[in-house]
Antibody, heavy 119, light 104 residues
Framework: QITLKESGPTLVKPTQTLTLTCSVSGFSLTTSGVGVGWLRQPPGKAPEWLAL???????RYSPSFKNRVTITKDTSKNQVILTMTNMHPMDTGTYYC???????????WGQGTQVIVSS | TVMTQSPDTLSVSPGGRATLSCRASQTVYRNLAWYQQKPGQAPRLLIYDVSTRATGVPARFSGSGSGTEFTLTITSLQSEDFAVYYC???????FGQGTKVEIK
């Protein structure tokens, strides 16, 4: 059974850097074709894709966020990490990680973690 | 690629049929998925590759279309189907704004 679980701070201050961790089980981060992505969803709005890392450590970033986000993975811990710099109140929302199956779609999602940006 | 869904809200009676539309600003070929989201939950993958149902998705959900115009059809709506539905193209992973299917 594939599971993903996000963890990180609930409250961050404006201009701070956010670091979120996605812990995965039921699949390997090194299996050919596998990817894990980060997405976020502002309150009442549609999800937005942020970043994606592949089994071979190739990375993709949304053009809207490429200057602020970094995605890495720790295969020994089965974790994928997202950092986002210069947080702003408009970055408030629920942040999800999801596995990308070889066909390209995000198949399984974590439960999400809420992030509030406020001073 | 901008994804535009219509309508924003759809009122349907239980047992009825819902037809949701999604338009892409440029061709996405068959790289099109539909997700269902209920309040407080993560999106759930329903359909990918335009018309392939994900594991465990009932047959009353079907997808169609090609290129830039796509449709999600839900027949015999059940109480658990009232939710928000998003289309997504997975060439560059952009989502539509969503269609809320509500009880009429």
């Amino acid at each position: 059974q594939i599971t993903l679980k996000e963890s990180g701070p609930t409250l961050v201050k404006p201009t701070q850097t956010l670091t979120l961790t996605c812990s995965v089980s039921g699949f390997s981060l090194t299996t050919s074709g596998v990817g894990v992505g980060w997405l976020r969803q502002p309150p009442g709005k549609a999800p937005e894709w942020l970043a994606l890392i592949f089994w071979d450590d190739d990375k993709r970033y949304s053009p809207s966020f490429k200057n602020r986000v970094t995605i890495t993975k720790d295969t020994s811990k089965n974790q994928v990490i997202l950092t986002m710099t210069n947080m702003h109140p408009m970055d408030t929302g629920t942040y999800y990680c999801a596995n990308r199956i070889p066909r390209g779609v995000f198949s399984d999602w974590g439960q999400g973690t809420q992030v509030i940006v406020s001073s | 690629t901008v994804m535009t869904q219509s309508p924003d809200t759809l009122s349907v009676s239980p047992g009825g049929r819902a037809t949701l539309s999604c338009r892409a600003s440029q061709t996405v070929y068959r790289n099109l998925a539909w997700y269902q989201q209920k309040p407080g939950q993560a999106p759930r993958l329903l359909i990918y590759d335009v018309s392939t149902r994900a594991t465990g998705v009932p047959a009353r959900f079907s997808g169609s279309g090609s290129g830039t115009e796509f449709t999600l059809t839900i027949t015999s709506l059940q109480s658990e189907d009232f939710a928000v539905y998003y289309c997504q193209q997975y060439q560059s992973w952009t989502f539509g704004q969503g269609t809320k299917v509500e009880i009429k």
